[in-house]
């Protein structure tokens, strides 16, 4: 079997600096005694929150065939399934046979090309193995644009990245060559704005649509964080892992402060205590940022 896409981008340390949702993705209250599913586990944390949480079941999947991240071979309480991409889920797992599909950073990927699934396609399965009643939860990047620049978006993508940054300076050339330098990062796949701009990630509005018209109630929708990935990691994690494990430690710390709070569980004041994480990391080191959407579902039964 191969390593995973997360271990070989040292993604052990790069996750404690972009995202922070564990808690905050799926409420405790709803873990225990269910069937759970954690899709596209990854380094296993999201799944050993679970299994703290007593659930009935838990399945961690990868969609390569991959050995389990060390943390989920350390949870008896799992069962661990490889080779499970987006477009089987509905053949290889049962039908009516979950309570809580999690799907944390998934949906932004499957887009409808070739071989691949779309979003609604991936919903469509997962109504059919989520029991009467279950629910599904996701996080995903909110849909950003690059820049608003008609003469460019007829351009083949490599050539609108080189001169969209091209054709900028200063404080706003920077900003769009880390914004890129995050989408190569993570393999995020383009997406065309409503006039045909370029940009990155998942639109929110046409997400909760694919949910309603997949048959799905929704529960919960909501702008929660920002994928924060720091300016320059890809060209010099190699060298300085010890300074962005440090500072990915002290990144935790500060979103942990502000987010499990009262003030970030409202949705009008959480706007300024977003502002107020951004502030004090990019004291740190220089960000760049995409919001995080987060929508819970559920299947009526």
Do not use: C
Not at 8 to 35: C, M, N, Q, S, T
Not at 277 to 284: G, K, T, W
């Amino acid at each position: 079997m191969n390593t995973s896409w997360e271990l070989l981008r040292d993604w052990e340390i790069i996750r404690y600096l972009v995202y922070y949702l564990i808690e905050d993705f799926v409420h405790a209250h709803l873990i225990p005694g269910k069937d759970v599913l954690d899709f596209s586990a990854g380094l296993g944390d999201l799944s050993t929150y679970i299994a703290q949480n007593q659930p009935k079941s838990l399945i961690a999947t990868a969609p390569e065939d991959i050995e389990p991240a060390p943390a989920l071979l350390a949870l008896q309480e799992v069962t661990f399934l490889s080779n499970l991409p987006a477009i089987e889920i509905s053949s290889k797992l049962p039908p009516n046979s979950v309570d809580l599909f999690l799907a944390r950073m998934v949906f932004q990927f499957p887009t409808d090309e070739a071989d691949r699934i779309d979003i609604d396609g991936m919903l469509a399965q997962i109504y059919t193995v989520l029991r009467p009643g279950g629910r599904i939860i996701i996080a995903s990047h909110e849909y950003t644009e690059l820049d608003d620049h008609p003469d460019d978006w007829n351009l083949a993508l490599e050539d609108y990245l080189r001169e969209v940054v091209a054709d900028r300076s200063g404080r706003h050339k920077t900003h769009l060559k880390g914004l890129i330098e995050l989408i190569r990062a993570i393999g995020l796949p383009p997406r065309e704005g409503i006039h045909g701009q370029t940009g990155f990630g998942l639109k929110s509005l046409m997400a909760v649509d694919s949910f309603v018209q997949a048959g799905f109630t929704i529960e919960d929708s909501a702008e929660i964080e920002d994928f924060t990935f720091p300016v320059g990691l890809t060209s010099q994690l190699l060298d300085r892992k010890d300074y962005y494990r440090d500072l990915g430690e002290k990144i935790m710390a500060i979103k942990r402060a502000h987010i499990l709070t009262p003030e970030f569980e409202g949705k009008y004041t959480r706007p300024q205590v977003l502002q107020s994480i951004l502030r004090e990391i990019n004291q740190l080191h220089s960000f760049v940022t995409i919001p995080i959407f987060r929508i819970q579902a559920r299947k009526p039964g």
